[in-house]
Nanobody, 121 residues
Framework: QVQLVESGGGLVQPGGSLRLSCAAS????????MGWYRQSPGKERELVAT???????NYADSVKGRFTISRDNAKNTVYLQMNSLKPEDTAVYYC???????????????WGQGTQVTVSS
């Protein structure tokens, strides 16, 4: 059984910062990419940022220059540092990991339960 547990969400004022964490645990052979997605009411889930196992990153245009994704491979953990937050960043943020549970099993995506980020004065 694989679990992805997010933490770090909350309420912050515009211009403020938050740091999200997501730890993967359970039966894990290897993790390829990890990432963050978000979904606000009435909208589809969208990519925020991803990071490969060797540190390659990809960001949505809306967060470039404000958000930074990083990971600790030894801890199977991915982070999202969010600075200069805007009200439009308000959403439920979901952690994603593309991983294998065994060497001979095809990798697939796993999701966390989501953590709420609200940017409001």
């Amino acid at each position: 059984q694989v679990q992805l547990v997010e933490s770090g969400g909350g309420l912050v004022q515009p211009g403020g910062s938050l740091r999200l964490s997501c730890a993967a645990s359970g039966r894990i052979f290897s993790i390829n990419s990890m990432g963050w997605y978000r979904q606000s009411p009435g909208k589809e889930r969208e990519l925020v940022a991803t990071i490969t196992s060797d540190g390659g990153t990809n960001y949505a245009d809306s967060v470039k220059g404000r958000f930074t994704i990083s990971r600790d491979n030894a801890k199977n953990t991915v982070y999202l540092q969010m600075n200069s937050l805007k009200p439009e960043d308000t959403a439920v943020y979901y952690c994603n990991a593309d991983l294998r549970v065994l060497a001979f099993v095809r990798a697939r995506a796993y999701w966390g339960q989501g953590t709420q980020v609200t940017v409001s004065s």
